[in-house]
């Protein structure tokens, strides 16, 4: 069984930074489209960047683009969102995903990962 943990969430104000991780393992070595989604209270969850490890190409959601950076530590085993400039609408519940097939990692976010987390709350508030 398959196990894909998140932390690094909390309550911050905007314009802070946070740092979210994900750890499951054979991150690394087994999934090859790895990616964050989100889920805010009353909206549909929604995709925020991920990672095609095989072909080590990155895709962000366009409301993202700029302020949050997806990367992966092979060492570690770990997935990180590096999440800076944030607003209130990055509220949400934030979720860690992975796949063994790399093209689940699309521009658009609609691949369907056979692993997930259980997420980690993002509160961006004064």
């Known amino acids: 069984q398959v196990q894909v943990a998140e932390s690094g969430g909390g309550l911050v104000q905007p314009g802070g930074s946070l740092r979210l991780s994900c750890t499951a393992s054979?991150?690394?070595?087994?999934?090859?489209?790895i990616g964050w989604f989100r889920q805010a209270p009353g909206k549909a969850r929604e995709g925020v960047a991920c990672i095609n490890n095989m072909e080590n190409t990155k895709h962000y959601a366009d409301s993202v683009w700029g302020r949050f950076t997806i990367s992966l530590d092979n060492a570690r085993n770990t997935l990180y969102l590096q999440m800076d400039s944030l607003k209130s609408e990055d509220t949400g519940m934030y979720f860690c995903a992975g796949d063994r097939v790399p093209w689940v990692c699309t521009s658009n976010f609609d691949g369907a990962y056979d692993h997930w987390g259980q997420g980690t709350q993002v509160t961006v508030s004064s």
């Open positions: 054979g991150f690394t070595s087994s999934y090859y489209a």
